[in-house]
């Protein structure tokens, strides 16, 4: 029972991570129909800013709000320069940009910081624990827990409680009538994309600490992000949050008490049986196709 | 010169259009035929391995393009119905020590298999999250691959007995060659074949809108599975190709940067169409090997190239070239 617990308090910690990616695909995808696939090595790029200006003696505080606004004016960049012109793109031609973006993205990170492994200094430690009755919980998950559910919850105020998200649900809605009443839609998408971009470079470097830095590392997490999403409803916040938690302790309970080695196979499986079984994920709206 | 006017649709459907068309054919045939015994004298006998890995391409490019620009299905996961068919293949001639021939059909039997499989899910599934159940597939596939030690011989690899076609002129290499190419070419024929019949105009009417082409009467269940197990069955006989080529085997060599770069050749040659396929598959196979100083810029070269191309020619090169073609046929209008 205890160990069944800390699997799940294990679980709750990488989950907090993969909500965390969910979430910024969910808010490109419910305001663009965009699904970004370059939104792993956007985070990874923002990690990498932030480690890049901390070994130049820039303080933590500084410097990872710093890789965050960089990454967001990347993606706010990526919107204007590329998403913008090719506005009459098919739904497979705007994957197919953002996949262009994701190999560039990358391709830059390996030719700029090289492809070895790095040690991301963070100033919680990872080996230093509490226990809560007889789990242990270290420092470092306790962190990424908070820190995921602080951004959730600004993430979910924004959107819902205040007038900017107001325009970009309008936006989402109806670009044209969004337009029409005076919203500008394009800085909305821009801001949009801005957004998520940020939010990916936080999960970037929380995510850094625990599996050190390298050019590839946020591919595995970025494509379970993915998966939490899609399991919890593309188009919702809530969903994408209980996705990413469930995503992470079915994962880690897996990894226990099953196996280890398949624990990323499982993350697929259940999204296709998700898919089959209730294709707008758990928290989604009913899904509808127009003809 | 002025050729005459398409008056007939049959005219439009010819495959190699009148002399010029034939020149081109005949003359890339026969060169392909001599490449062999040209290059070694050349000095460039090494080039015959990187042809082999280009006929492996261009037959993952040509099936990949029939799912994704004839069909409008995406598939992120290809590298893994091309790791299907490399074991597979590999398997078949190592432990059960078939006649190559028969592993190679084989191989594109359990690829169209797996492909028909995928293919379920893809009924429900459109645009992004079949990008991603794609996407998973091929990963699963390469964690299987690693974590299945019976299976694959593991992170140690898997070693491929080599093919022979009983012809003791020429070396090994030389036989894989025409055997790949032989592949190739035949492969795209039929791609060409397959895309002027029937099952062709079914597709583009799925890509083009699929609840329009269910109401006319194009079943959506058959077409969607068979389009993935073509396409399956393609990415498998390329992995045979590359199963003889490495003969050795590793999950390392179909990661999910190798179904990127499949991806990558279709974007880049000309989606929906089987020349620019094969164009893309060329391209992004000689590019890096003479491009092998700046490997590391391979990937930001891709992807610019990839965005660029979605920008200003969604037809990518072949489309290009159709473009230009058709300017200087009806120059100076």
């Known amino acids: 029972m205890t160990q069944l617990a800390q699997y799940m308090m294990g679980g709750l910690a990488t989950g907090s991570l993969y909500a965390l990616v969910a979430l910024g695909v969910v808010l490109l995808y419910r305001s663009s129909r965009v699904l970004n696939f370059a939104h792993g090595d956007i985070a990874t790029l923002g990690a990498f800013v932030a480690f890049m200006l901390m ?8 410097a990872v709000p710093a890789g965050m606004a960089a990454v967001a004016a990347l993606g706010a960049a990526f919107y204007f320069l590329v998403l913008r012109p090719a506005k009459e793109a098919t739904l497979l031609g705007k994957i197919v940009l953002t996949l262009g973006l994701a190999l560039a993205v990358s391709g830059a990170i390996q030719v700029v910081w090289g492809a070895d492994t790095q040690v991301f200094p963070f100033p919680l430690s990872d080996t230093r624990v509490y226990r809560l009755g007889q789990i242990v919980v270290s420092e ?21 409680k205040t007038k900017i998200g107001l325009a970009m649900r309008a936006v989402a809605q109806n670009p044209d009538a969004a337009q029409a009443l005076g919203i500008p839609a394009r800085r909305i998408y821009a801001l949009t994309w801005g957004l998520a971009s940020a939010l990916g470079g936080a999960a970037g470097v929380l995510l850094a600490p625990v599996v050190y830095l390298d050019p590839f590392m946020m591919l595995d997490p970025f494509l379970k992000g993915f998966a939490a999403a899609v399991m919890g409803g593309m188009d919702s916040f809530p969903g994408a949050v209980l996705g990413g938690f469930l995503l992470g302790i079915a994962e880690n309970v897996f990894a226990g008490y099953v196996s280890f080695k398949f624990k990323t196979t499982l993350a697929f499986v259940i999204i296709i049986l998700v898919l089959l079984v209730r294709p707008e994920g758990l928290l989604g709206r009913e899904y509808h196709r127009r003809v | 010169m002025v050729r005459s006017l398409v008056e007939r649709y049959e005219d439009d459907l010819f495959l190699v259009k009148g002399v010029p068309g034939w020149t081109a054919v005949a ?23 990187i042809l082999i890995l280009m006929a492996a391409n261009v037959i993952v490019a040509v099936g990949l393009n029939l799912l994704v620009g004839y069909t409008g299905l995406i598939s992120l996961g290809h590298a893994g119905f091309v790791a299907i068919g490399a074991y597979a293949s590999g398997l078949l001639v190592t432990r059960l020590g078939l006649p190559w021939y028969v592993a190679w059909i084989g191989a594109a039997a359990i690829s169209a298999g797996f492909g028909f499989l995928v293919g379920l899910p893809a009924l429900r599934l459109a645009g992004p999250y079949l990008a991603i159940a794609t996407l998973g597939f091929g990963i699963a596939v390469y964690q299987v691959l690693t974590n299945w030690t019976a299976l694959s011989g593991g992170r140690t690899g898997l070693p491929v007995a080599q093919l022979s076609l009983g012809i003791a002129a020429l070396t090994p290499t030389q036989q894989l060659y025409y055997v790949a190419i032989a592949a190739a070419v035949g492969l795209s024929w039929v791609a060409y074949n397959l895309t002027r019949s029937h099952i062709g105009r079914a597709l583009a009417a799925i890509r ?32 045979a190709v590359i199963a003889q080529a490495l003969r050795h085997l590793e999950p390392q060599s179909f990661t999910f940067l190798e179904s990127i770069t499949y991806f990558a050749m279709i974007v880049i040659g000309g989606l929906g169409t089987v020349s620019g396929a094969i164009i893309g598959g060329v391209i992004l196979t000689l590019l890096p090997h003479f491009l092998s100083g700046f490997k590391q810029w391979l990937p930001i070269i891709y992807g610019v190239a990839i965005i660029v191309m979605m920008l200003i020619e969604p037809r990518g090169l072949y489309g290009r070239w159709v473009r230009v073609k058709m300017y200087f046929k009806a120059w100076p209008l």
């Open chain 1, 55 to 62: 070994t130049r003696a820039v303080p933590f505080a500084v």
């Open chain 1, 140 to 160: 470092m998950m306790l962190g990424t827990i908070t820190a995921g559910v602080v951004l959730l919850v600004a993430m979910y105020t924004l959107v819902q």
């Open chain 2, 27 to 49: 003359v890339l045939l026969v060169g392909l035929a001599v490449l062999p015994f040209l290059l070694p004298r050349l000095g460039l006998g090494y080039l015959l391995f």
């Open chain 2, 208 to 239: 083009d809108s699929d609840i329009a082409a269910e109401i006319t009467g194009v079943s959506l269940t058959w077409y969607k599975t068979l389009a993935f197990a073509i396409s399956a069955a393609y990415a498998g006989v390329a992995g």
